[in-house]
T-cell receptor
Framework: DAGITQSPRHKVTETGTPVTLRCHQT?????MYWYRQDPGHGLRLIHY???????DKGEVSDGYSVSRSKTEDFLLTLESATSSQTSVYFC????????????FGPGTRLTVT | KNEVEQSPQNLTAQEGEFITINCSYS?????LHWLQQHPGGGIVSLFM?????KKHGRLIATINIQEKHSSLHITASHPRDSAVYIC???????????WGAGTKLIIKP
């Protein structure tokens, strides 16, 4: 399962509050990704990282920021949560060595009230 | 038009039937990824392929690069195969994934 964990697994928060989701991996993969999954949409990329302190935006990055200060941790922050950010958030890693296969964490269900 | 199209969107079949799920794409790719998501569950990688065919148990994935099409087959389907099956392509320009919307499969006993 590529040793990926996400925390918290469930969270309910109020509009306007900051929220940080954590993705942790144990196998030193270089590439890490944050996606959101919503009914009627495929997975949508929020941000990704290609190394410590190296990050880039995905297709739905507005309202989100990320940080990666250690190889094993990739943090996603909702700066001021809105109801439109209610979603299931998945973290993923990409296998190295020329493979583009991605393995996913268990997901975090976030509800913004 | 979406760059990755899956068909059908929904599929219901009886246990034991042979299942085919299709994925067509319109961009240049390096590889194609099939994944599975059970209801309320996580996302599991099934196959990554760039040519030909791969088989794992009752699952078979094929790809035709010239026709820009891939199929996922399930032989001797079982209710535990009920899940959403997702196709994603690895773009050859930047190696990012473009995701299909998924096919929801229900296998009835």
């Amino acid at each position: 399962d590529a040793g990926i964990t996400q925390s918290p697994r469930h969270k309910v928060t109020e509009t306007g509050t900051p929220v940080t989701l954590r993705c942790h991996q144990t196998e030193n993969h270089r590439y890490m990704y944050w996606y959101r999954q919503d009914p009627g949409h495929g997975l949508r990329l929020i941000h990704y990282s290609y190394g410590v302190k190296d990050t880039d935006k995905g297709e739905v990055s507005d309202g989100y920021s990320v940080s990666r200060s250690k190889t094993e941790d990739f943090l996603l922050t909702l700066e001021s949560a809105t109801s439109s950010q209610t979603s299931v958030y998945f973290c993923a890693i990409r296998l190295g060595g020329g493979s583009y296969e991605q393995y996913f964490g268990p997901g975090t269900r976030l509800t913004v009230t | 038009k979406n760059e990755v199209e899956q068909s059908p969107q929904n599929l219901t079949a009886q246990e034991g039937e042979f299942i085919t799920i299709n994925c067509s794409y319109s961009v240049g790719i390096s590889a194609l990824h099939w994944l599975q998501q059970h209801p309320g569950g996580g996302i599991v990688s099934l196959f990554m392929l760039s040519s030909g065919k791969k088989k794992h148990g009752r699952l078979i994935a094929t790809i035709n690069i010239q026709e820009k099409h891939s199929s996922l087959h399930i032989t001797a389907s079982h209710p535990r195969d009920s899940a959403v099956y997702i196709c994603a392509v690895v773009m050859d320009s930047n190696y990012q994934l473009i995701w299909g919307a998924g096919t929801k499969l229900i296998i009835k006993p």
